[in-house]
């Protein structure tokens, strides 16, 4: 029983000693990776910007067709020019031209 005892009280002392031994967090990673820093680019050139896509829109009205069907119409939906992003970055204009 003393063993007992004695071992709970080891366990119990360890417990609130072991962890009061580190030292406050230094966060030397986060300052290093400098998290919220804003970078902004050097010209407005330097931002990606989005091409929209162009879309023409046919419509067809209602006819008979050949198989002596009636086809009622609708509306036709053409891509012209599909979305892209366009970089005007001269180091990629760098590479391209390469």
């Known amino acids: 029983m003393k063993q007992i005892l004695s071992l709970l009280l080891i366990f119990s002392v ?30 407005k050139g330097d931002l990606p910007r989005r091409k929209k ?16 069907d009636w086809f009622v119409g609708g509306r036709l939906l053409l891509v012209v020019n599909e979305s892209d992003w366009i970089f005007d970055d001269a180091t990629l204009k760098k590479f391209e031209g390469q």
Not at 53 to 68: F, N, T
């Open 53 to 68: 896509q162009r879309v023409e829109k046919i419509y067809m009205g209602g006819r008979i067709l050949p198989s002596g």
């Open 14 to 43: 360890s417990a609130l000693t072991a962890c009061s031994t580190f030292s406050d967090s230094t966060r030397e990673m986060e300052s290093r990776a400098e998290y919220g820093k804003l970078v902004l680019p050097t010209s």
